[in-house]
């Protein structure tokens, strides 16, 4: 075959072509594989947890599921507010500033929350992932110190405040974790950042 009879346009023309028809291709091709990587439904539920705060009396703690973990709210008295200060307990803390915790920026306070009268926290001991029992009451067997109120951990002797920061000589390394939640209103929470 002769050089002469090659069209140059023809052959770039071919060429385009099947560029085109190629990268067409490897977009449909990669599609399925981009959308595999956005979350499902399912995590997108569960990414965050709505509480209706409008049943929680003062005093009282409700337990919700967020991302497979139970976190308590609870609705905190005047007369617990109150134990957060007291220097009978912020003595015995060993973070009462909440400097090492697990916790958003807004809950860097005494209060670890955005709101005083609401605490919000993961309900796992960080020493080794039990859960402790609430209780609120001052006086009782639950702390060699004086004991105001708060969270005790039965597996390893952990005691844990009115706003879960963890007493001198528990095991527990570190304040109880708070996750990311804001206040949609007045009687309505969200727990988690929401997606997207």
Known sequence: ???????????????WTAGVVGAVGVGYAAVPFIRSMSPSAAV??????????SKVDKGQRITVMWQGKPVWVVRRTDEMLETLEDPEVTDQLKDPDSEKSEQPEFAANEYRSREPEWLVMIAICTHLGCIPSYNPESGGDFWSGAWKGGFFCPCHGSGYDLAGRVMEGSPAPRNMEVPYYEFLSDSELRIGEPMG
């Open 44 to 53: 997108m539920a569960e990414a965050t947890t709505t509480v209706d705060l």
């Open 1 to 15: 075959m002769s050089t002469d009879s090659v069209n140059p346009n023809r052959r770039r023309f071919l060429n």
